[in-house]
T-cell receptor
């Protein structure tokens, strides 16, 4: 398996624009996580899905952020409108929905909002 | 709900030992440890489960004190390749894994 695949790897956008980040989890994994990483706050859990259903989105910072998982092989994280403080590296991770398994991370999307 | 890690940073010489601590205010089901190299994704090291089971790395050990909701990662005889940022992730319920702010480890020759 190719692992967790995220796209794009880098995104530079202007403030106010819509940004969509994409994630393809490892085949067979049924839990998917979105994290945001900054120097100040480390790795923050934004939202996670089990079997395509959002379980906890309490980490989503504002209504400007939304995430979907229309099927087991694809998820998106959308920011609309984007702001400079959204600049960060966004990671997607997937795992089997059991409590003793590790999560596998994608390579991340580095987002810069100018 | 994020766990708290300490120290924030450690600098070692090759061959020295280090301990990284992780604590939570919530009752934990499991603790996960990951290492992240600069510009790369976090990579799994080990899991410690409630009840004492461990899964993970050959050369790195860890402990999990269930009563105190604390875990420690022990890096012995450190190598240059151990450099990176170490994150503990904690599961409270329902497969939610939240990470601490990380501990930056630098191993020098």
């Amino acid at each position: 398996d190719a692992g967790v695949i995220q796209s794009p790897r880098h995104e530079v956008t202007e403030m106010g624009q819509e940004v969509t980040l994409r994630c393809k989890p490892i085949s067979g994994h049924n839990s998917l996580f979105w994290y945001r990483q900054t120097m100040m706050r480390g790795l923050e859990l934004l939202i996670y899905f089990n079997n395509n259903v959002p379980i906890d989105d309490s980490g989503m910072p504002e209504d400007r952020f939304s995430a979907k998982m229309p099927n087991a092989s694809f998820s998106t994280l959308k920011i609309q409108p984007s702001e400079p403080r959204d600049s960060a590296v966004y990671f997607c991770a997937s795992s089997l929905h059991r409590r003793n398994t590790e999560a596998f991370f994608g390579q991340g999307t580095r987002l810069t909002v100018v | 709900q994020q766990p708290v890690q300490s120290p924030q940073a450690v600098i070692l010489r090759e061959g020295e030992d280090a301990v990284i601590n992780c604590s939570s205010s919530k009752a934990l089901y499991s603790v996960h440890w990951y290492r992240q190299k600069h510009g790369e994704a976090p990579v799994f090291l080990m899991i410690l489960l409630k009840g004492g089971e461990q899964k993970g790395h050959e050369k790195i050990s860890a402990s999990f004190n269930e009563k105190k909701q604390q875990s420690s990662l022990y890096l012995t005889a450190s190598q240059l390749s151990y450099s990176g940022t170490y994150f503990c992730g904690t599961e409270v319920n329902n497969n939610d894994m939240r990470f601490g702010a990380g501990t930056r480890l630098t191993v020098k020759p």
